[in-house]
T-cell receptor
């Protein structure tokens, strides 16, 4: 079975600092894709970043980057220069062969001024 | 605006009733996915359609059913509602149906269902 685990239910960070959210997953497949989605208080699900498993280079999108460790099945999200607007739930997700996403339970991130 | 339209935004109903949630996918997308998010929970995958056909089923109750119409919009029907069905129901759409980094799911704003 494919599962996604986010071990940090809640985290907080000071504005302008860096924070890392953890995610581990379990799969027997060799080629797959991983995503981080953000859900702000508005409840809208917003794609933050995606990583292709066959690519060794870690994905980066502006202040967001990932640390993808394929052997360890780890996919952490680093947010640099945290902003108040980064306050949200963050969900790690794994895409299945049919195309649907399996989500972790999420990490609630609070950015403090 | 993500391009995925869900109606209604909010719905309050009583136990035992039946409701229908509607989703219009982003223009050009052929796949539609339904997810349920209960209070303080992650997103649970319910069901997926591709170009009118069911492609994958998740934790969808027998009281729930869905379909995708020829114009690609989809409806999720929830019947014999229970208090525990209160949740935010998301629809998402994507271009294809395969496991691909290009097959990015775009989510609608959700329909919040409250069962009293």
């Amino acid at each position: 079975a494919q599962t996604v685990t986010q071990s940090q239910p809640e985290m907080s960070v000071q504005e302008a600092e860096t924070v890392t959210l953890s995610c581990t997953y379990d799969t027997s497949e060799s080629n797959y894709y991983l995503f981080w989605y953000k859900q702000p208080p508005s409840r809208q699900m917003i794609l933050v970043i995606r990583q292709e498993a066959y690519k060794q280079q870690n994905a980066t999108e502006n202040r967001f980057s990932v640390n993808f460790q394929k052997a360890a099945k780890s996919f952490s999200l680093k947010i640099s220069d945290s902003q108040l607007g980064d306050t949200a739930m963050y969900f790690c997700a794994f895409i299945r062969s049919q195309g649907n996403l399996i989500f972790g339970k999420g990490t609630k991130l609070s950015v403090k001024p | 605006d993500s391009g995925v339209t869900q109606t209604p935004k909010h719905l309050i109903t009583a136990t035992g009733q039946r409701v229908t949630l509607r989703c219009s996918p982003r223009s050009g997308d052929l796949s539609v996915y339904w997810y349920q998010q209960s209070l303080d929970q992650g997103l649970q995958f319910l069901i997926q359609y591709y170009n009118g056909e069911e492609r994958a089923k998740g934790n969808i109750l027998e009281r729930f059913s869905a379909q995708q119409f020829p114009d690609l919009h989809s409806e999720l029907n929830l019947s014999s509602l229970e208090l525990g069905d209160s949740a935010l129901y998301f629809c998402a759409s994507s271009l294809g149906q395969t496991r691909s980094g290009a097959n990015v799911l775009t989510f609608g704003a959700g329909s919040r269902l409250t069962v009293l």
